[in-house]
Nanobody, 126 residues
Framework: VQLQASGGGWVQPGGALILSCTAS????????VGWFRQAPGKEREGVSC????????YSASSVKGRFAISRDNAKNTVYLQMNSLKPEDTAVYSC????????????????????WGQGTQVTVSS
């Protein structure tokens, strides 16, 4: 099983990026998927998550209204659309998957996940 996170980069404050999490070895539609981030010197933080089969999405309060998680099942990919980016959004972003019927804010807890992708760096600065 592999999760490939991509789409990071440098963007000015107020800008937007789309991150992709593409899976191989599993059918991502059957899994809950979460996006997480970790800034230097800080703990890993849950950002957004989606229950399996696109049932329920949830985002942390720090990104609610700015970030959105979505699926493209045909591409076995989950996206994180990030708008109105702020310097405090700077971090390494990773995706994770878990075979579970659980949905909601509990999926923002990183310890619940089975599979992790490598991170992609997002830098927001002027």
């Amino acid at each position: 099983v592999q999760l490939q996170a991509s789409g990071g980069g440098w963007v000015q404050p107020g800008g937007a990026l789309i991150l992709s999490c593409t899976a191989s070895g599993i059918t991502l539609e059957d899994y809950a998927v979460g996006w997480f981030r970790q800034a230097p010197g800080k703990e890993r933080e849950g950002v957004s998550c989606v229950g399996r089969s696109d049932s329920v999405t949830y985002s942390a309060s720090s990104v609610k209204g700015r970030f959105a998680i979505s699926r493209d099942n045909a591409k076995n990919t989950v996206y994180l659309q990030m708008n109105s980016l702020k310097p405090e959004d700077t971090a390494v972003y990773s995706c994770a998957a878990k075979l579970t019927a659980v949905s909601g804010s509990i999926l923002l807890e990183p310890d619940r996940y089975d599979y992790w992708g490598q991170g992609t760096q997002v830098t927001v600065s002027s």
